[in-house]
């Protein structure tokens, strides 16, 4: 996609933080959040998912949102009774880490400029020393809550981007 464009922010309250190259069923309830995916979905763009630094503000502004998050395309999207207090409900797919620019205003909801962020590059034995370090620990959690994780633990075996594995954990 082009970097010279303004995407929508999708600002996220809680704990749910998507990555690159996973997908996640998001539930949309703040009517800026509607409009700046119906955007989205119209338009065939990605969208900016970025985190709240504080999960009880109820409309946040470019200033309560973090700096860094992640673009994603939309797969999916139902809309859903209001009844839950939630408007619809998205699975989206990670494709790559992004920072913002800049980020205003367009008529009900959040566009960002974005750049791209960079995989750190490490060297083979680097990246041997920081899979086994991080396994070894993985492993260590895993006896204390063997429940937690527990099939991430496979999928950690076959994945070949240091960036895909750490984002597992």
Not at 104 to 125: M, P
Not at 128 to 134: E, F, I, P, Q, S
Not at 136 to 159: C, G, S
């Amino acid at each position: 996609f082009d970097l010279n464009l303004m995407y929508p922010v999708l600002p996220l309250r809680g704990n749910v933080v998507p990555f690159p190259k996973m997908v996640f069923t998001l539930f949309i309830g703040r009517k800026r959040s509607e409009i700046a995916l119906t955007d989205a979905i119209q338009n065939d763009t990605p969208i900016l998912i970025v985190a709240q630094k504080n999960d009880q503000v109820v409309d946040p502004g470019p200033d309560d949102l973090h700096s860094v998050g992640v673009m994603a395309r939309i797969l999916q999207s139902v809309e859903m009774p209001e009844s839950n207090g939630k408007r619809m409900k998205i699975l989206v797919e990670g494709l790559m880490r992004a920072r913002v620019t800049s980020m205003k205003d367009n008529s009900g909801y959040y566009v960002a400029d974005v750049e791209e962020i960079q995989d750190v590059e490490v060297t083979e034995k680097q990246e041997t020393l920081l899979r086994r370090a991080v396994t070894t620990q993985l492993d260590q959690y895993l006896k204390v809550n063997p429940d937690y994780y527990a099939d991430v633990e496979d999928q950690l075996i076959v994945r070949n981007s240091l960036s895909v594995f750490v984002d597992l954990l």
